[in-house]
């Protein structure tokens, strides 16, 4: 039975920080993971909103020069788009004329994506444009806000382990100090109720000797004050008083 309590005990000691542990960092985990989610999702639909956006405006802005086949009307603001570092080439389209208008910069895309806009004359459609931008920079944006999220995580990790893992130290040394005042608390009961026996036992003696003192003095005084004479012999014949 002491066998189990005690394995019951070290179970007891071993599982109680490890689940108050978890307990105080799986909120803060999901927490942070919910919070980066969150964070990608909106700089991804503010990305796509934006690129989306641009390829409407060029769609709007096209369709003059389409139209009318006049590539010098439409290269404007197709240049002005082009300004914007994330934009890679802009290709136009006509029915009938593909490579219309085209614009493209020296450099290699790393995560390319690629927009298509028809353009639309009234009700009817007179080309096509190609729009492709470059993602890596959001794509960067998101690394670096799993890395900080990671390096909160880790910070919260630590914490949390600190927190628990001293805290059950305060504790455990709070129950060997309560549990070693218990057993001194014991010892001097037990030394009160030792000592309480011994003193009892110590006054019997002295009560048997004091009654053995009188007794021996009473018999001394008969002895001594009788008329009649008397003697204490041994079974010898011999003389004892």
Known sequence: MRRGAGLNRIALR??????????????????????????????????EFEFSRMADVLEFGMREPVWNLLPHLGRPIVESVLKDPRVISIRVNALGKPGFLSSKKKTTPIRP?????????????????????????????????????????????????????GLFSLLDRLNKRTALEDANEKLQTEVRKRTGELQEKIAENDAVAKALSESEQRFRRVFEDSNIGMCLSNDGGRFQY
């Open 14 to 47: 071993t599982f109680l920080p490890v689940g108050l542990f978890l307990g105080l960092l799986a909120p803060l985990l999901i927490s942070t993971w919910y919070t980066l989610q969150v964070q990608r999702e909106s700089l991804e639909n503010s990305l």
């Open 113 to 165: 994506l690629t927009l298509t806009r028809t353009i639309r004359f009234g009700s009817e459609t007179i080309g096509e444009i190609e729009l492709v931008v470059e993602t890596q920079g959001a794509a960067s944006r998101i690394d670096d806000a799993k890395d900080q999220a990671l390096i909160v995580g880790v910070f919260q990790f630590i914490v949390s382990f600190i927190l628990v893992f």
